[in-house]
T-cell receptor
């Protein structure tokens, strides 16, 4: 299997611009998670989906962040407008059946830098 | 706030030595997972131990779980330079078995 695929791997953009991060989960996985990793706050769960439906978005920091999962093989995380404090590595992960009692499979992340 | 706290934060050893990392958590759990993260890469699942298990092995990895002390340890035996990475424990968040909360991580450096 190809694993979880994220794009782009790196993104550098100026403050105020819209940023869209993309994720393709492992085929057959019914849970998808978006995380953000920073030195200060570690790995934080932003939002997760089950069968393409958002279940918990309590980790989304502000209304500037939004996530969608239009089908089982694709999800996006959008930041609009972006700010320098959004700079982080964003990970997508997927799992089968449940995210807390089964292994989660992570992509290699998108390193986002907002200037 | 993080559920798991790893100890030590950083560990440096020579190849061939054993590495032990500890994880403490706050609430009751039904399982605990360990992940590895190589520099610039995503997390990779290593092992899952359920609350009714006390010890689990996978190759050179040995994980223990003490639910009475709310702690777990990860032992890597006969370490190799390729084991250099950050290691995280993760537990389900409260009563929600869908979500994982990750600890702060232990950065392991194995010198050849």
């Amino acid at each position: 299997d190809a694993g979880v695929i994220q794009s782009p791997r790196h993104e550098v953009t100026e403050m105020g611009q819209e940023v869209t991060l993309r994720c393709k989960p492992i085929s057959g996985h019914d849970y998808l998670f978006w995380y953000r990793q920073t030195m200060m706050r570690g790995l934080e769960l932003l939002i997760y989906f089950n069968n393409n439906v958002p279940i918990d978005d309590s980790g989304m920091p502000e209304d500037r962040f939004s996530a969608k999962m239009p089908n089982a093989s694709f999800s996006t995380l959008k930041i609009q407008p972006s700010e320098p404090r959004d700079s982080a590595v964003y990970f997508c992960a997927s799992s089968f059946r449940t995210g807390g009692s089964q292994p989660q499979h992570f992509g290699d992340g998108t390193r986002l830098s907002i200037l | 706030s993080q559920q798991g706290e790893e100890d030590p934060q950083a560990l440096s050893i020579q190849e061939g030595e054993n590495a032990t990392m500890n994880c403490s958590y706050k609430t009751s759990i039904n399982n605990l997972q360990w992940y590895r993260q190589n520099s610039g890469r995503g997390l990779v699942h290593l092992i899952l131990i359920r609350s009714n298990e006390r010890e689990k092995h996978s190759g050179r990895l040995r994980v223990t779980l003490d639910t009475s002390k709310k702690s777990s340890s990860l032992l890597i035996t006969a370490s190799r330079a390729a084991d250099t990475a950050s290691y995280f424990c993760a537990t389900p968040f409260g009563g929600n078995t869908d979500k994982l909360i990750f600890g702060t991580g232990t950065r392991l450096q194995v010198f050849p």
